[in-house]
């Protein structure tokens, strides 16, 4: 390139000299300053377009592209899921729950043949109203003299409500541990428990021990 636009500067200096000879009245000085004048300005054009070939844009008319701008999408909403709506489990028609012993606590001890009344507390926590057609019934065990059934109540215990019901019965005549089972009978002779027993009777359980003697104090 530096050989290129110096044979260019030489070609340029021999054609303005023979070009712009200065006339024979100009004086040798002014000559000279034509010349010099003449060779700077074309030194000068000729650099110009060493550094600005055509045909190409100028730096400064060069823009950089500037990058697209995308639309942020707006954020989507998770969908919530329906909550499933749980379904209430019937209660069934019949259904009893065991509150107390009123009397006769297990363990309680009785003599051989001694008679007792065992009484519950139950609580009615069914659907249906139990009326006198609801009975108590002798369900195994040790019968204990007892009946095989006894009317719960003469009126109405409607669901929610509690109700006591008694039934007479007599120790065995030999000592040991005994118990009886009961459940409950609607009027349809369908028997049916208690949901607080795994087996859903609700009993009676007594020891039957002889008496101790008092020793006679020696006179």
Same mark, same amino acid.
């Given at each position: 390139?530096?050989? +290129?636009?110096?044979?260019?500067?030489?070609?340029?200096?021999?054609?303005?000299?023979?070009?712009?000879?200065?006339?024979? %009245?100009?004086?040798?000085?002014?000559? %000279?300053?034509?010349?010099?004048?003449? $060779?700077?300005?074309?030194?000068?054009? &000729?650099?110009g377009e060493a550094t600005q070939p055509s045909g190409e844009?100028?730096?400064?008319?060069?823009?950089?592209?500037?990058?697209? $701008?995308?639309?942020?999408?707006?954020?989507?909403?998770?969908?919530?899921?329906?909550?499933?709506?749980? =379904? @209430?489990?019937?209660?069934?028609?019949?259904?009893?729950?065991?509150?107390?012993?009123?009397?006769?606590?297990?363990?309680?001890?009785?003599?051989?043949?001694?008679?007792?009344?065992?009484?519950?507390?139950?609580?009615?926590?069914?659907?249906?109203?139990?009326?006198?057609?609801?009975?108590?019934?002798?369900?195994?065990?040790?019968?204990?003299?007892?009946?095989?059934?006894?009317?719960? =109540?003469?009126?109405?215990?409607?669901?929610?409500?509690?109700?006591?019901?008694?039934?007479?019965?007599?120790?065995? !005549?030999?000592?040991?541990?005994?118990? !009886?089972?009961?459940?409950?009978?609607?009027?349809?002779?369908? +028997?049916?428990? +208690?949901?607080?027993? &795994? &087996?859903?009777?609700?009993?009676?359980?007594?020891?039957?021990?002889?008496?101790? @003697?008092?020793?006679?104090?020696?006179?």
């Amino acid at each position: 390139m530096k050989k +290129i636009v110096q044979a260019l500067i030489i070609s340029l200096l021999l054609l303005l000299a023979a070009c712009n000879m200065p006339t024979p %009245t100009a004086s040798p000085a002014e000559q %000279t300053a034509i010349i010099n004048t003449s $060779v700077a300005r074309t030194v000068a054009a &000729s650099l110009g377009e060493a550094t600005q070939p055509s045909g190409e844009p100028s730096a400064e008319a060069t823009q950089t592209p500037q990058p697209a $701008v995308e639309d942020t999408p707006a954020p989507t909403q998770t969908p919530v899921p329906d909550t499933a709506t749980p =379904t @209430e489990t019937p209660i069934p028609c019949n259904l009893a729950k065991f509150i107390a012993d009123i009397t006769v606590p297990d363990g309680t001890k009785f003599e051989p043949g001694e008679t007792f009344k065992k009484t519950w507390s139950l609580k009615n926590i069914g659907s249906c109203a139990w009326t006198s057609g609801y009975d108590i019934v002798f369900f195994g065990g040790d019968a204990m003299s007892a009946p095989s059934a006894v009317q719960i =109540t003469t009126g109405t215990i409607n669901p929610g409500q509690t109700v006591q019901v008694s039934v007479d019965l007599t120790a065995p !005549g030999s000592e040991g541990t005994y118990r !009886g089972n009961w459940k409950l009978r609607d009027p349809s002779d369908v +028997i049916f428990g +208690i949901e607080n027993s &795994s &087996s859903g009777s609700f009993w009676v359980e007594i020891v039957v021990a002889l008496p101790t @003697e008092t020793p006679t104090p020696e006179p």
